[in-house]
């Protein structure tokens, strides 16, 4: 999880202790403490089970959410597969992609509402996840950040490729990403679209 989320997370904390908001500030300190102990709590196991990360999500873009006042809405749909017990997921894996969203996606929008859907859905023996926002698309986020200072995220977006190779070279189940622009009906770049593909073990009872 990127460290600058932590710091902002308390500075918000502390915005709201000062402008003396109790209602908000517990709120969200709720929320980021039972996020934080889900993370640590995730660090020692190697999958999680989609219920678990829906919810995990759900956590972390609420308390964004929330300290960007409200300028975007989110939505996640997992169609019922949160309920079957035998999904499970890598650890960590989809968190850097739904924050790079936020970061650069919801940050740098200007005009609107920004909103990120998170879809999940089955294949046969592979879950997919759809992450998609309507900010400004790669190539503007790209000229935007050109000015500002960018090591982490860079560095973040690095780390996340590097684990998928490890992933797919250790596991039986493999991870497949595609990024794409999202084109609106003008043919104008209207966001950005993260497909993750996950196969889940063939000798599992998915009925």
């Known amino acids: ?10 500075n918000s904390i502390q915005q709201y202790v ?11 300190l709720s929320i980021f403490a039972s996020l934080i102990r889900e993370t640590l709590e995730n660090s020692s196991s190697g999958k999680i089970s989609l219920i678990r990360e829906v919810g995990y999500l759900t956590k972390y873009l609420e308390l964004e ?10 939505e996640i749909e997992a169609n019922g597969l949160e309920m079957e017990s035998w999904i499970e997921l890598p650890v960590m894996l989809l968190q850097p992609y739904v924050e790079n969203s936020v970061r650069h996606g919801m ?24 992450i998609r926002d309507n900010g400004p698309g790669r190539e503007e986020s790209i000229r935007i ?5 960018i ?3 860079s560095k973040g ?3 996340s490729q590097r684990r998928v190779d490890i ?7 493999k991870v497949f990403i595609e990024v794409t622009d999202v084109i609106n009906d003008y043919g104008e770049v209207a966001g950005t679209e993260v497909k993750i593909k996950i196969t889940q073990p063939t000798n599992e009872n998915s009925n």
């Open 107 to 130: 940050r740098y929008k200007t005009e609107g509402k920004g909103l990120i859907q998170i879809h999940f859905w089955r294949e046969f023996y592979t879950i997919i996840c759809l």
């Open 65 to 74: 959410r929330m300290r960007f006042g409200d300028r975007f809405d989110y």
């Open 167 to 173: 992933l797919n070279m250790i596991f039986e189940e």
């Open 1 to 10: 999880m990127n460290p600058h989320f932590i710091f902002n997370s308390l």
């Open 145 to 149: 950040k050109s000015n500002q200072h």
């Open 151 to 153: 090591e982490y995220q």
């Open 157 to 159: 977006m690095d780390l």
């Open 18 to 28: 000062l402008a003396n908001n109790v209602e908000d500030a517990n709120r969200y």
